[in-house]
């Protein structure tokens, strides 16, 4: 049975800095291309970052380039984001999954997601 268990969030003030982790059980990451993706209330699933299986490729969403980084450790089968810079704007609940299609294209498997909220 393939689980993802996302954790890391929390309350952080903006500009601050938060790392989320998704460590995967069921299925091993090391020949997996991952993903990481958010929804805000009231919006739709929006897609934030990629890694391909080998760690050297990864894409961002545009709101979030240059200010948040993928990345993950086969050993631990864990996949990491870390944000930098967060504004109000980030606040969502976070997700990852495997990716099914490169960049944005998630599978089916979700975990349980992990809240974001960053207050101005």
């Known amino acids: 049975q393939v689980q993802l268990v996302e954790s890391g969030g929390g309350l952080v003030q903006a500009g601050g800095s938060l790392k989320l982790s998704c460590a995967a059980s069921?299925?091993?990451?090391?020949?997996?291309?991952m993903g990481w993706f958010r929804q805000a209330p009231g919006k739709e699933r929006e897609f934030v970052a990629a890694?391909?299986?080998?760690?050297?490729?990864?894409s961002y969403g545009n709101s979030v380039k240059g200010r948040f980084t993928i990345s993950k450790d086969n050993a631990k089968n864990t996949v990491y984001l870390q944000m930098n810079s967060l504004d109000p704007e980030d606040t969502a609940i976070y997700y990852c999954t495997f990716l099914h299609g490169w960049p944005d294209g998630p599978s089916n498997y979700w975990g349980q997601g992990t809240q974001v909220t960053v207050s101005s």
């Open positions: 890694i391909d299986w080998s760690g050297g490729t990864t």
């Open positions: 069921g299925r091993i990451i090391t020949y997996s291309n």
